[in-house]
């Protein structure tokens, strides 16, 4: 089982209050982060347009008067050419074989692909009952979008079609309340204050690959794993130490930048983020190395954490 769970239901189940796991799912780009991060109120999940931003499953704790609704944002589904993506696949396969109920995204600019077709089937073995959000459905016209809806009203395979636009909000809350009513009742698994299982590393290391992925082009950000060697809370800064790792020389002069240039933008934009999530001053150093074909290598991904021991 790859989907978290706590250490057990935390006091009784109230009447009437639902509780449960929804697996956001679609092929790469689509928006699944930034719904995630829209439903919560608050970046969990870091964002970028490059493909497989999104590495493992992320999880974020909804906490409401009624219910406690705990989204996994998951992969895009995709043709896996190394260990890493192999491990990736697995993560998707478990979140729609295991979740309480999907929410499958497509992009309404562009229909229903070939890609997406392959999302559907696997939804459809599973059984799970599953919502289809058409997202970025603002800059879509009329004309276009209402023959899309009836096609994949055709699917018969979505309780609810619902058009939205996870970078304004728009209809958000209409998708939320449609997940509510499939949730089972049940208790909370986690207090209401917790928003994630990231522990605050795993969560730095992101907000770093982030900024790496944004600035860098080609081979570079796919190609790039962030590691926290140090992180030490001082008296009025955060110090932290970070290795960026990548797969081959060129690729790490492309991060270094000429006279480290692009590092420096890089951190700088890091740091950014980092004190936004701290909330105090960070002191931000990251060192580049070369770990060959790393996504190929076993023992690597169990280092980083994506492979259990």
């Not at 991060?37 to 008067?65: C, D, F, M, S």
């Not at 944002?73 to 050419?81: E, T």
């Not at 290391?205 to 060697?229: H, K, N, Y």
Request: glycine share 8%; charged share 25%.
């Amino acid at each position: 089982m790859i989907l978290p769970l706590g250490a057990g239901p935390i006091g009784p189940v109230a009447p009437g209050f639902k509780s449960g796991y929804v697996g956001i799912v679609g092929r790469p780009n689509v928006g699944k982060s930034t719904l995630l991060n829209r439903l919560l109120g608050e970046k969990i999940a870091i964002v970028t347009p490059k493909p497989q931003t999104t590495r493992g499953r992320i999880l974020g704790v909804l906490n409401l008067p009624n219910a406690q609704v705990l989204f996994l944002d998951s992969p895009g589904l995709h043709q896996p050419q190394h260990a890493l993506g192999r491990y990736m696949l697995e993560v998707v396969k478990a979140v729609m074989s295991e979740a309480d109920v999907l929410v499958a995204m497509i992009d309404a600019r562009a229909g229903i692909t070939a890609d997406d077709e392959r999302v559907f089937t696997r939804i459809r073995q599973t059984g799970r009952p599953a919502l289809l959000v058409l997202n970025k459905a603002d800059t879509v016209r009329k004309p276009k979008l209402l023959p899309l809806l009836e096609r994949c009203a055709r699917l018969n395979l979505f309780r609810e079609l619902i058009p939205v636009s996870a970078l304004l909000g728009d209809q958000v809350d209409v998708l939320l309340a449609s997940i509510l009513t499939l949730l089972p009742e049940g208790p909370r698994w986690y207090e209401e204050d917790q928003r994630t299982d990231q522990t605050l590393e795993q969560r730095i290391s992101e907000l770093i690959r982030e900024q790496i992925m944004l600035a860098t082009f080609e081979e570079v950000p796919g190609a790039v794993a962030v590691q926290i060697d140090t992180l030490e809370s001082r008296e009025r800064v955060t110090a932290i130490q970070a290795t960026a790792m990548v797969e081959r020389q060129g690729q790490k002069a492309i991060l270094i930048g000429k006279g480290g240039s692009m590092m420096k933008k890089i951190g700088t934009e890091a740091r950014a983020e980092l004190e936004h999530l701290l909330g105090r001053k960070v002191h931000l150093e990251i060192w580049v190395k070369v770990v060959e074909d790393w996504r190929s290598d076993e023992r690597r991904l169990r280092e980083l954490g994506f492979l259990s021991e």
